[in-house]
């Protein structure tokens, strides 16, 4: 569908350069192109409005959304865990911390991925909670209105992680499932933060500002961050050029009402914080 | 690109099928696609509230554009007319109503396109205002989640049409130019309404609702519609099940600040209606 695609800019450059005008009636077409090809693309699949006004069940396979990238965020059918998308794996995180196997058959309500390309790093990182760490990357990662995709390796002398339990129907908005949510705490952890930070004018459509999950090195431990002390580490970040929001075919989705989503729900959903469990 | 990243799900789903976990480090894999393959797509460059906001110069050339659709809705450079895309080729309505040829090297700060593929008609539709004709199709096409590409054939008993002058830096706001608008009137004509409807979700980063230009048949009028009389038409709409948006890589782009626009702005540059002039 691609080669079509671009076979009709270059008929199209081609007619161009002979001296046509696009006035006159365009020349016999290739069958029209089922698809496009979108560059340096964030990916999602559903909007997290339509998440938190309780559309967890219908989407994609694991399998479809590692077509669209290797890295990145999201939860599961039913909302049974979290998602840490990383170097082409998907691993979930369930409710009691434990990292499980996925069935690329498996699907999801909401999935961000981005084949992770490198556009810069920061060697040396450090910071004493997500607070900071958020304040700091927004020093550093100038162009506020493009998605990044942030990954970063490092020791953790801290973290807070949480997940959620699947859920059954009938489905409890997710700002209230979440008061469900489970936590835990963990020490000297060496492991991999997985980001995202979306631009301002996302809005409800995903999570505007940073969104972390974690993944340790051994693959036993991972989740949602709460909070975190980074003591050390290396951050890789790749700027998006675009972002490509596929949409459900479900009656959830068509049905749902994105007027009774506001930011701040998202944000107690998806942007606690908690201060770092004593040490 | 688009076969990199079918054979990463290729080489997933073998390798699942194979009983191998996704909890092993993954296999040695391709190059990390730079692009992935979205189908169904609206698909737009830059975003209205970039628009308005006065970032009216970045863009991709038309050539760009027709890679990502053939049918669809925009602007040039420096506001320079309004566009549109009618199978495959682009036209541009001067502000004095007149259809002018394009370069595929021009550029464009903002357009939404899509390639038609026809989900469904509806024939003999009539309807005496915009207003009406917008009601009419609010029952009719039904998902009021996923866009539309809206395409109508017909007679039009009354046309009202809008262009604006191409603009001088230092920009003025969208909503100021708009106040410059030309608009004139047409009876009688025969041609195509061009138009998308957003979902409500779109918020400010598209135009929520419809948005309507129009093309003559004989290619000699067309603009942004702000009055119609339709004296009878076949309707061929498009569900689209995802969209795209491509990010300007400028300066006026990183700088601008989404929550200066709202919805009422948008509405009152991309929404208005005036009575139809009368007969």
Redesign the interface.
Known sequence: ??LQ??W??LA??AA?AAGC???QE?PA?AP??????????L?QFS?V??LAAGDYVAGPTL??V?????FGVGTFSRLAGEMIVL?????QAHVDGT?H?????DTTPFAAVK???EDGRIEGLAAPSLDVLDRRLDEQL?????PYAIRIDGEFAALTLRSVAAQSPPFKPLVDVVKQQVTWSHQNVRGTLVGLRC???V???NVAGYHWHFLSDD?QIGGHVLACELSRGTLRYDE????????P?SRE????D??LIDKGQIDQIERQRVPAAPR
Chains 1, 2 share one sequence.
């Open positions: 569908m691609k695609a671009r009709i800019a199209a450059i161009h005008s696009p006035l365009p077409r029209t192109p089922r698809s496009v090809a979108v560059d340096d693309a990916v909007l409005a339509a399998g479809e590692l077509t669209q990238g290797d170097e082409g794996a998907i691993y990292i196997r996925v069935s690329l058959d084949f992770f390309t100038a162009r506020r209105n493009v631009p301002p004018w809005g409800t459509l693959r998006c050029s675009s972002l490509v929001l596929h949409l075919r989705f068509d049905e749902f994105a007027g």
